[in-house]
């Protein structure tokens, strides 16, 4: 029987898709963020680029 | 919604932080990123003899820390945008299925074969990652075209790169314009922009990207021909064009199968006449060029490591030109590995450019 209760439970496939979720999960955040700063007023579309690359750069650092 | 084409592919203002998301990811893929992996493979190198060619520094990079964050990501991009823009195209199908019936007012012509044979490379390798490809059905050629508007960072939107090509183009004037494997005819139309007195024509393996291609052109007032055939096996007469030309295309073949196209682009063109490819080969800067064949695997372009190793020069003179040449190509003036910005990663390009006597 397998020791479940201890053993380390993800491999490395798993761990490519926990790390999808995550990126999944910012792109969703980004697109709400974009929502509230429309509804807020805070939308600049011409800073809508720059405003996203640096909630990626933020989340993504510990990637490089 | 209109029955047009470019209001039913435009981004709606909800999609347009996930295309700018994507961007956004690729940025940090080419710059921060892959910044990093230059840095590793700097103090892997320090005191020891350069490597001087891609199979030397193969190990050094597989050995580098961040290689598979970086890979990772790359993966993690093309699949998100295949599925993002699949589920735009999903939510504009009935538009695009409307959209792309014949018109009366249609421009050119559209010849689709009722029994195409489809190479069969073709058939069994979904390029790029893009499920299903683009030739089965109008949806995939959507999704691509949508796609392909996000792939080159910010530059593609409009299809500058495409225009950029025509417009370098030094072909004097050619009445004959053949544009191989023009899929939805991104080249095709700069090619009609900038010769809009020439017989412009497109073909292409994909039925959808061709209906695709003639709905698109239509709209912007383009008098193109566009029909159903295979590089290979050309359906015109000897002595026929021009010019032919082909965009991103030949890395995407067997090479014999290349052999055989630039044989076919030879036959077809009139003595004195050109062909054009545009390509990104390696650049000799071992690092990068690791780095970009991993990169096609990783998207699937399962031929461009033979491809980038073979000299499409001397392929084009075995082919029957008399003259051929291969130069670098840098549109927006970015040169891959210059010292001006050794840490951001560009997209190399390349002519291939070759005479019939």
């Known amino acids: 029987m397998k020791d479940l209760a201890n053993a380390k439970l993800l491999g490395d496939a798993d761990l490519d898709r926990i790390t999808s979720v995550v990126s999944n999960l910012l792109e969703e955040v980004i697109a709400l963020s974009e929502r509230v700063a429309k509804l807020e007023g805070n939308g600049d579309p011409n800073a809508a680029q720059d405003r996203i690359n640096e909630i990626i750069e933020r989340v993504l650092t510990p990637l490089a | ?357």
Not at chain 2, 96 to 110: A, C, H, Y
Not at chain 2, 258 to 265: F, G, K, P, T, V
Request: hydrophobic share 40%; proline share 6%.
């Open chain 2, 1 to 357: 919604m209109t029955d047009s084409i470019f209001d039913i592919l435009a981004w709606r203002d909800e999609e347009i932080p996930r295309v700018r998301t994507l961007l956004g990811m690729r940025k940090f893929w080419s710059g921060p990123l892959y910044g990093q992996l230059r840095e590793e493979y700097e103090r892997m190198t320090d005191g020891k003899p350069t490597p001087e060619t891609a199979d030397e520094a193969w190990p050094i990079v597989d050995a580098l820390p961040s290689l598979p964050r970086w890979a990772w990501l790359d993966r993690h991009i093309q699949d998100r945008l295949w599925d993002d823009v699949g589920k735009m195209v999903d939510d504009r199908i009935e538009a695009l299925s409307r959209s792309l019936q014949p018109k009366n007012d249609d421009l050119g012509t559209l010849r689709i074969e009722a029994d195409f044979t489809y190479p069969e490379y073709y058939e069994t390798i979904d390029f790029h990652r893009q499920d299903g490809g683009i030739w089965r059905e109008d949806r995939g050629a959507a999704v691509y075209a949508m796609g392909a508007r996000v792939i080159h960072v910010g530059r593609n939107n409009d299809f500058q790169l495409h225009d950029a090509f025509a417009d370098s183009l030094d072909a004097g004037e050619p009445q004959e314009i053949l544009d191989l494997a023009c899929g939805f005819g991104k080249t095709t139309f700069s090619l009609k922009k900038k010769y809009p007195n020439a017989h412009v024509e497109g073909i292409d393996l994909s039925a959808p990207c061709l209906r695709l291609g003639r709905r698109m052109a239509t709209e912007m007032g383009l008098d193109i021909d566009w029909r159903q055939a295979d590089m290979e096996h050309l359906p015109y007469d000897d002595n026929a064009f021009d010019l032919v030309t082909t965009t991103m295309t030949l890395h995407e073949l067997p090479l014999d199968a290349i052999r055989q196209s630039l044989a076919e682009a030879c036959r077809v063109l009139k003595p004195g006449g050109t062909l054009v490819a545009l390509e990104n080969p390696l650049v000799g800067e071992p690092l990068r060029d690791v780095l970009t064949q991993y990169h096609s695997q990783i998207i699937v372009e399962p031929f461009h490591y033979d491809f980038r190793r073979a000299d499409m020069a001397e392929f084009a003179k075995d082919a029957g030109f008399t003259e051929a040449e291969t130069h670098a190509w840098s549109p927006f003036g970015d040169k891959p590995g210059t010292a001006t910005n050794p840490r951001s990663w560009v997209t190399p390009w390349s002519w291939i450019q070759a005479y019939k006597a």
